[in-house]
């Protein structure tokens, strides 16, 4: 069965403290990996697509690596705007998307 | 930037009763979804449609749901009779005719049964 986990579930950084978000995943065929935000009442908000093993993408303060198992998002010198949850979502051989339950990070200043 | 738009933003209806979520994909987009996201638990898929029909569905998606492409521009989600568990936000996204990409998802239906 396919499965997306994230964790931490929740993770509270001082403004400008750096830190990395965990999505491993499980799935019988991988198409790509999505990172997404969230903020409360609204829909997820793309942030990344990562296809392959080594690949790396950056946004500002946010980027986004992949190995065959897991995908990091690295957070660098957050800053308090940067607070939301960030939803990790494999795209299987199906095309449709699965998505993890999220790291709620919150950036104190 | 192009926009998927989702209406109503808030929905309170009655257990027992239909309701259409209404959802507007950005124009050029092929392949539309529904998700839905019960308070503080995970985004779940619950149906995905191209070419005027279901390409796949969840264990979720049960009879008591249906989708439809009325007039090319809009998708609705219909609920033929609401349980309070149906209480949810209700996200509608789309994609490009392209295997892999970033979906767009609306700003979602908060959906209340009571």
């Known amino acids: 069965e396919d499965q997306v986990t994230q964790s931490p579930e929740a993770l509270r950084l001082q403004e400008g403290e750096s830190s990395s978000l965990n999505c491993s995943y499980t799935?019988?065929?991988?198409?790509?990996l999505f990172w997404y935000r969230q903020d409360p009442g609204k829909g997820p908000e793309f942030l990344f697509t990562l296809y392959s093993a080594g690949e790396e993408k950056e946004k500002e303060r946010l980027k986004a690596t992949l190995t065959k198992k897991e995908s990091f998002l690295h957070i660098t010198a957050p800053k308090p705007e940067d607070s939301a949850t960030y939803l990790c979502a494999v795209q299987t051989n199906n095309n449709d998307m699965r998505f993890g339950a999220g790291t709620r990070l919150t950036v104190k200043p | 930037e192009p926009e998927v738009t989702q209406t109503p933003s808030h929905q309170v209806t009655q257990m027992g009763q239909e309701v259409i979520l209404r959802c507007v994909p950005i124009s050029n987009h092929l392949y539309f979804y529904w998700y839905r996201q019960i308070l503080g638990q995970k985004v779940e898929f619950l149906v995905s449609?191209?070419?005027?029909?279901?390409?796949?569905k969840s264990e979720i998606f049960d009879d008591q749901f249906s989708v439809e492409r009325p007039d090319g521009s809009n998708f609705t989600l219909k609920i033929r009779s609401t349980k309070l568990e149906d209480s949810a936000m209700y996200f509608c996204?789309?994609?490009?005719?392209?295997?892999?990409?970033?979906?767009?998802f609306g700003s979602g239906t908060r959906l209340t049964v009571v």
């Open positions: 449609f191209y070419n005027n029909e279901i390409s796949e």
């Open positions: 799935v019988s065929g991988l198409r790509g």
């Open positions: 996204a789309s994609r490009p005719d392209r295997a892999n990409y970033g979906y767009t």
